[in-house]
């Protein structure tokens, strides 16, 4: 009898701190979500790093939350059978979700170089996948200016400014004309 009264203040306690931390998931993504709209109006973008870690903070949220939501689940359940099953599922979906993860952040962070150019500190993003686009970006503590797209003429100065200084052959006269 004194087992079950303490294993239910368990689960009800388990259930209070993942409601707690399914609170801090949202709010997490709500601050995520406003500050990138409102930089976006601003014409800003946040620079990679803290981009990373907000995705970092949330993955390890959510990891978190679906850990203890198992261990409550694993409580409920008699069957050994049913509960070693329901853990493999939720191992697989959770390495499914890092694995996606991390060809995510492959697949679409671009590297970002600090420089200084006309004497402004700036971050030259690189994206050399089919072909090498370099925009540069006035650095703002953790933020890029002028995140909108420019006048081609700019664009493309700008791409010859970069393979001029790392010896890359890149040929970009045919969309001048």
């Given at each position: 009898m004194v087992g079950k009264l303490k294993n239910k203040k368990i689960n009800s306690h388990?259930?209070?701190?993942?409601?707690?931390?399914?609170?801090?998931f949202i709010v997490l993504i709500f601050i995520s979500k406003l500050s990138e709209y409102i930089l976006n109006v601003n014409n800003?973008?946040?620079?990679?790093?803290?981009?990373?870690?907000?995705?970092?903070?949330q993955s390890i949220l959510l990891i978190i939350i679906i850990i203890q939501t198992l261990r409550i689940i694993c409580n409920k359940v008699k069957s050994i059978i049913l509960k070693s099953g329901i853990t493999v599922v939720t191992i697989i979906a959770i390495c499914t979700y890092l694995f996606a993860s991390v060809i995510g952040s492959i697949l679409f962070i671009e590297p970002e170089h600090i420089i200084e150019k006309d004497n402004k500190k700036m971050v030259a993003c690189v994206n050399s996948f089919l072909q090498v686009r370099v925009s540069y970006f006035v650095i703002q503590?953790?933020?890029?200016?002028g995140m909108k797209a420019r006048?081609?003429?700019e664009i493309l100065s700008n791409i010859e400014d970069y393979a001029r200084e790392h010896n890359i052959s890149v040929v970009v006269d045919f969309l001048r004309e």
């Open positions: 388990r259930k209070k701190v993942i409601l707690i931390e399914l609170a801090a800003l973008i946040l620079l990679s790093k803290p981009k990373i870690a907000l995705w970092l903070g503590v953790y933020v890029k200016e006048n081609l003429g």
